[in-house]
């Protein structure tokens, strides 16, 4: 199989300003993905599954039940199946920044 691998960005800017305003993953050979966003106590922000990596149309915009969140740390979960057909799991914190 060819090489599979996923980046995730650290830090994102929901600003408007069309640069960096949403936060997904990029990759490569992925066959499925999941990825969920927490606060830091625990509360679901976003969750999306079933979609290609690579699109910012599947990714987070920063607003939670129609609100735009203050720039605070959150925590990315993410679940990928690659090509070859081996799953990973991917955490980490991603900051917001406005």
Same mark, same amino acid.
């Given at each position: 199989?060819?090489?599979?691998?996923?980046? &995730?960005?650290?830090?994102?800017?929901?600003? @408007?300003? $069309?640069?960096?305003?949403? *936060?997904?993953?990029?990759?490569? %050979?992925?066959?499925?993905?999941?990825?969920?966003?927490?606060? =830091? !106590?625990?509360?679901?922000?976003?969750?999306?599954?079933?979609?290609? &990596? %690579?699109?910012? $149309?599947? $990714? !987070?915009? @920063?607003?939670?039940?129609? #609100?735009? +969140?203050?720039?605070? &740390?959150? &925590?990315?979960?993410?679940?990928?199946? *690659?090509?070859?057909?081996?799953? #990973? +799991?991917?955490? @980490?914190?991603? %900051? +917001?920044? =406005?």
């Amino acid at each position: 199989y060819p090489e599979t691998f996923i980046k &995730v960005p650290n830090t994102f800017t929901p600003n @408007g300003d $069309g640069d960096n305003d949403i *936060f997904y993953a990029h990759g490569i %050979n992925i066959k499925e993905f999941e990825m969920m966003i927490f606060d =830091r !106590w625990g509360e679901k922000m976003f969750e999306a599954s079933d979609f290609a &990596v %690579n699109d910012p $149309g599947f $990714g !987070w915009n @920063g607003i939670f039940h129609d #609100k735009t +969140l203050n720039p605070d &740390v959150f &925590v990315y979960y993410f679940e990928a199946e *690659f090509a070859d057909g081996s799953n #990973k +799991l991917y955490k @980490g914190d991603i %900051n +917001l920044i =406005r």
